[in-house]
């Protein structure tokens, strides 16, 4: 019944996934909304950033024909946020994983093989811009890697691309921070926090949702390794690109300093872009179901505990 629902890209399931994240927003941030205007003013730009990540992914995947005209992965995006609703807690790190994903957009597009110096650069700078945010999101830096071996192998030239993108992010830097604070570099530009303690983990309700989490991300990243060599030869870089993000949001969330769910935020997109392309390809209905109502029921339980 649901996957038949978001089994078509319509303007009616972007409303209903944008309406369900304002609920939950509400219900989760109530206090802010409602305590005082700076409070209201800080948890409603998180909100309109957490919806425009909402359309930005709808517009990824369309633009580039991610997943055959279907609105899955808007949904499994949503669901997710209701299992980890902390992802809309910060505002750095909403703006790093925005940031982020301008980038990864660019990058999914070199398919079409043009502007792609303009998109190396552009990519680059876009995650560099979200490292100012959230230092760990330098990692995604290693998906331009990737695109240059996918799309610049004939071509050393564009590999200094990137490192330009990133030399303009910090020349901006020093220029602001020279006239804002008369110093060069402050420390709090780049704060290298990271922590491997898992005890915040230490629960029946993160256990729960973890396991739910990683099972579905593994089940469904095998499948969609098993399943490349049958996509469109041509989209078939950026399939990778998404897999590898995927990887790399998990490394990102091993290494995080705050445990507490929102460090998962850099996996929604490609989690929601994979599982997009299980469900699409799964013949059996009642399996697809599971996988979706698996994702709902998980933080009504951890509630219930």
Same mark, same amino acid.
């Given at each position: 019944?649901?996957?038949?629902?978001?089994?078509? =890209?319509?303007?009616?399931?972007?409303?209903?996934?944008?309406?369900?994240? !304002?609920?939950?927003?509400?219900?989760? %941030?109530?206090?802010?909304?409602?305590?005082?205007?700076? =409070?209201?003013?800080?948890?409603?730009?998180?909100?309109?950033?957490?919806?425009?990540?909402? $359309? @930005?992914?709808?517009?990824?995947?369309?633009?580039? %024909?991610?997943?055959?005209?279907? /609105?899955? +992965?808007?949904?499994?995006?949503?669901?997710? @946020?209701?299992?980890?609703?902390?992802?809309?807690?910060?505002?750095?790190?909403?703006?790093?994983?925005?940031?982020?994903?301008?980038?990864? *957009?660019?990058?999914?597009?070199? &398919?079409?093989?043009? &502007?792609?110096?303009?998109?190396?650069?552009?990519?680059?700078?876009?995650?560099?811009?979200?490292? #100012?945010?959230?230092?760990? /999101?330098?990692?995604? $830096? +290693?998906? !331009?890697?990737?695109?240059?071996?996918?799309? /610049?192998?004939?071509?050393?030239?564009?590999?200094?691309?990137?490192?330009?993108?990133?030399?303009?992010?910090?020349?901006?830097?020093?220029?602001?921070?020279?006239?804002?604070?008369?110093?060069?570099? *402050?420390? =709090?530009?780049?704060?290298?926090? +990271?922590?491997?303690?898992?005890?915040?983990? %230490?629960?029946?309700?993160?256990?729960?949702?973890?396991?739910?989490? $990683?099972?579905?991300? !593994?089940?469904?990243?095998?499948?969609?390794?098993?399943?490349?060599?049958?996509?469109?030869?041509? #989209?078939?870089?950026?399939?990778?690109?998404?897999?590898?993000? /995927?990887?790399? +949001?998990?490394?990102?969330?091993?290494?995080?300093?705050?445990?507490?769910? =929102?460090?998962?935020?850099?996996?929604?997109?490609?989690?929601?872009?994979?599982?997009? %392309?299980?469900?699409?390809?799964?013949?059996?209905?009642?399996?697809?179901?599971?996988?979706?109502?698996?994702?709902?029921?998980?933080?009504?339980?951890?509630?219930?505990?």
């Amino acid at each position: 019944m649901i996957t038949r629902i978001f089994s078509k =890209s319509k303007p009616i399931n972007f409303i209903i996934v944008a309406v369900f994240i !304002v609920l939950l927003f509400a219900i989760t %941030n109530y206090k802010l909304l409602f305590n005082d205007f700076n =409070s209201a003013l800080n948890a409603s730009i998180k909100l309109l950033i957490t919806l425009f990540l909402v $359309f @930005l992914l709808d517009f990824i995947i369309s633009k580039n %024909n991610l997943t055959q005209g279907n /609105s899955y +992965a808007i949904m499994t995006f949503g669901l997710l @946020l209701g299992m980890f609703p902390q992802a809309m807690k910060y505002l750095d790190l909403l703006l790093a994983n925005l940031f982020v994903w301008f980038a990864l *957009r660019r990058l999914v597009s070199l &398919h079409s093989k043009l &502007h792609i110096k303009k998109k190396l650069f552009d990519a680059a700078f876009w995650i560099t811009i979200a490292t #100012l945010f959230y230092f760990w /999101s330098m990692l995604f $830096f +290693a998906l !331009v890697i990737v695109a240059l071996i996918y799309y /610049s192998q004939n071509e050393i030239k564009n590999t200094i691309i990137p490192f330009i993108g990133v030399a303009a992010v910090i020349v901006l830097l020093l220029v602001y921070n020279i006239l804002v604070y008369d110093v060069y570099i *402050r420390p =709090s530009d780049f704060q290298r926090l +990271a922590s491997l303690d898992y005890t915040p983990y %230490n629960s029946k309700e993160s256990v729960i949702k973890l396991t739910v989490l $990683f099972t579905s991300f !593994v089940w469904i990243l095998i499948y969609f390794f098993r399943t490349l060599p049958d996509k469109n030869k041509k #989209l078939r870089p950026s399939y990778f690109l998404i897999a590898w993000a /995927s990887i790399i +949001a998990i490394l990102a969330a091993i290494i995080a300093p705050v445990k507490n769910g =929102s460090e998962f935020l850099f996996l929604f997109a490609p989690f929601s872009i994979i599982m997009a %392309n299980y469900i699409k390809v799964v013949s059996e209905r009642w399996f697809k179901e599971v996988f979706v109502v698996l994702l709902i029921i998980t933080p009504i339980i951890t509630l219930l505990l």
